[in-house]
């Protein structure tokens, strides 16, 4: 294949996967971060989750994410170590949109 082939094909490739999809999900988080300040949504601080370590309960990341249900072991920076069944998982507190805690039996 000669240079002008080569151009014709991966130049257009190489413009839609390196400039224009990162564009559009910059633009996707700065409308969703304009919804949440318009809505009063806060975002949740480490002085929030600290005060579960140690509880079991269940971490939502919303309707695109998954539901975790674990004991949290630690809480750093921006990150929620959990303790679950398969082992221990990290999470990104950007992305919890609610957890719930589950009542100790003892």
Not at 33 to 51: A, S
Not at 66 to 92: A, D, F
Request: with cysteine; hydrophobic share 40%; glycine share 6%.
């Amino acid at each position: 294949m000669d240079l002008s082939t080569w151009i014709a094909v991966y130049l257009p490739l190489f413009i839609v996967f390196f400039i224009v999809l990162p564009q559009q999900r910059e633009q996707n988080k700065a409308v969703i971060m304009r919804l949440k300040r318009r809505r009063g949504e806060i975002v949740m601080t480490n002085d929030v989750l600290k005060k579960y370590i140690g509880k079991k309960c269940m971490i939502s990341t919303g309707s695109f994410g998954t539901n975790i249900s674990g004991k949290i072991i630690n809480v750093n920076e921006n990150w929620i170590e959990v303790e679950t069944r398969k082992g221990n998982q990290l999470i990104n507190a950007e992305y919890v949109q609610s957890i719930k805690v589950f009542q100790d039996s003892n």
